[in-house]
């Protein structure tokens, strides 16, 4: 059994029957009151966020979890199904472990899945991917004065903003966890 010291930003642990994933741990000690760890955390069932205040030293229950590389291949339903390099095993992962990364995904790009034992309990889309403009406005010729943006629409059919000189047929880079324009690629 681990201590509240032991965990740190990133970890499953058991809480409450419920495997949750910490997203932020902070030590607290205010004023004249004892210590403690502010924790908010993820469920991993349901992807809902639940806070908790844990007491310095207080046992936690920390989930050994193995992380994959595999390969996004297509999505049928609820999952997106992704496969093994190694294996060729084909592994259904649900959509709601992606987050906001998934609208940016193609075809053949390589995502990280969390394990316990045989069931996935996270997921991460690529930090980064490379996608073709396949709609956005033109650009008004001598209008660059400001950093103005405008909506594009890349092949997988999600929505960017993009600086003015971007035109349809150009590959951008984005950042997936943002969703944000990084740059032009050539």
Known sequence: MATTQDVSQGNFIRYNGELCQIIEWQHRTPGNLRAFYQAKMRRVKDGKFAENRFRSGENVDIVRVETHELQYLFEEGTSYICMDNETYDQIPVPKHLFGE??????EGDTVVIAFES????????PQHVILLVTYTEPGVKGDTATNTLKPATVET???????LFVDIGEKIRIDTKSGSYVERVK
Do not use: Q, R
Not at 101 to 106: D, H, V
Not at 118 to 125: C, F, G, H, K, L
Not at 157 to 163: D, E, S, Y
């Open 101 to 106: 990364g998934a609208k940016f995904m193609k």
């Open 118 to 125: 045989e069931t996935p309990i996270s997921a991460e889309a």
């Open 157 to 163: 059919g999600a929505t960017v903003m993009v600086p």
